[in-house]
């Protein structure tokens, strides 16, 4: 299985889609230290492992790639399906919002609270708080130094509006309201969005779509 692979200079992120939904899987490794961090276990563990070694093998010779974190975006079923092989085989530490953390079997080693900053040898991610999808979904932001940020939404940001509210229009408020303070209102353009299936895009690309999204309900 063949990883989309971008090249940051402290970081290389890796993505891998897997299951009958096409989940998207990310891996992101520190170039130097070779600190990773997993975001979404959500199938497949052979290949999830197998994108951990492949990683692996392009980190500095002097240190030791080592599966730091696996950060579960939400609760949902087919998010975490590869969660518990993974922990088991590598013995990384787990990582969910607060709200969701009892939905999860596997047990969460660290809460996630909007403005947490999740710190590793080399970079960091701030954590976004993205209330609607779920109670606890979370959006992982790495801000690269020398480029655009990049934005791990789970299924609460898409090409073409936010997450499946269930038709609850409170739920739906709820979550664009975040997705508007919390990412738009403070990030730019040529933010780079990962979503937890499909395709990526950017928030120049959906800014102007804010307003529609709102006006239909969904």
């Known amino acids: 299985m063949s990883a989309n692979t971008w090249n940051l200079p402290a970081v290389t992120v890796r993505s891998i889609a897997v299951g009958g939904m096409d989940n998207n899987v990310y891996l992101l490794t520190g170039r130097q230290s070779g600190d990773q961090v997993l975001i979404d276990a959500a199938d497949d563990g052979g290949a999830v492992l197998a994108l951990l070694a492949e990683a692996a093998a392009d980190v500095n010779p002097e240190a030791t790639a080592r ?4 950060v ?5 079923w087919d998010h975490v399906r590869a969660l518990a092989e993974v922990v088991a085989r590598t013995g990384a530490k787990t990582a969910a919002g607060r709200d969701d953390a009892e939905s999860i079997e596997v047990p969460t080693n660290t809460l996630l609270a909007n403005g ?3 710190s590793f040898a080399g970079f960091a991610l701030d954590v976004i708080a993205l209330r609607g999808h779920t109670p606890g979904s979370v959006a992982l932001l790495y801000r690269d130094p020398a480029g655009p940020a990049h934005l791990f939404t789970g299924d609460s940001l898409f090409p073409g ?3 499946n509210t269930q038709q609850d229009s409170a739920r739906f408020n709820q979550l664009l309201d975040d997705v508007e ?3 738009f209102d403070v990030l730019p353009d040529d933010t780079l969005v ?3 299936h499909g395709t990526g895009t950017t928030l120049g690309d959906e800014r102007g779509h804010l307003q529609q999204w709102r006006a239909r309900g969904w």
Do not use: C, E, F
């Open 161 to 163: 509006g936010v997450g």
């Open 181 to 183: 303070a919390r990412i």
């Open 116 to 118: 947490d900053v999740l």
């Open 67 to 70: 599966l730091a974190l696996v």
């Open 194 to 196: 990962h979503p937890g």
């Open 72 to 76: 579960t975006t939400h609760s949902h």
